[in-house]
């Protein structure tokens, strides 16, 4: 079993940034991408990002182009995304995730997942 625990969200006014953290115990050699999912109230769970753990292959969603930066510090078993110029839209409980190899989007193709961090923008 993989534990992820995120950590870093919090309330913060639009144009800011924030960096999430995720950080990954127990079985860590058996996930090899992290991703990052997030939910806006009302609405659907999402993709976000996601990175190989082994590779330097990443892919965002449309959404997330420009201003979401994905990375990792597998020293610390640790995730990270970096958001800028934070929009009311990004509000939503933000969800680390991992799987064991290949990059995907799909909430179904990832079979750990973390309790979430919430994201509060202000306007």
């Known amino acids: 079993q993989v534990q992820l625990v995120e950590s870093g969200g919090g309330l913060v006014q639009a144009g800011g940034s924030l960096r999430l953290s995720c950080l990954a115990d127990?079985?860590?050699?058996?996930?090899?991408?992290m991703a990052w999912f997030r939910q806006a109230p009302g609405k659907e769970r999402e993709f976000v990002a996601a990175?190989?753990?082994?590779?330097?292959?990443?892919r965002y969603a449309d959404s997330a182009q420009g201003r979401f930066s994905i990375s990792r510090d597998n020293a610390k078993n640790a995730l990270y995304l970096q958001i800028h110029t934070l929009k009311s839209e990004d509000t939503g409980v933000y969800y680390c995730?991992?799987?064991?190899?290949?990059?995907?989007?799909?909430?179904?193709?990832?079979?750990?997942w973390g309790q979430g961090t919430q994201v509060t923008v202000s306007s």
């Open positions: 990175i190989s753990r082994t590779t330097d292959n990443k």
């Open positions: 995730a991992a799987r064991e190899s290949g990059i995907f989007s799909g909430r179904d193709d990832y079979a750990y």
């Open positions: 127990g079985r860590t050699y058996s996930i090899n991408t």
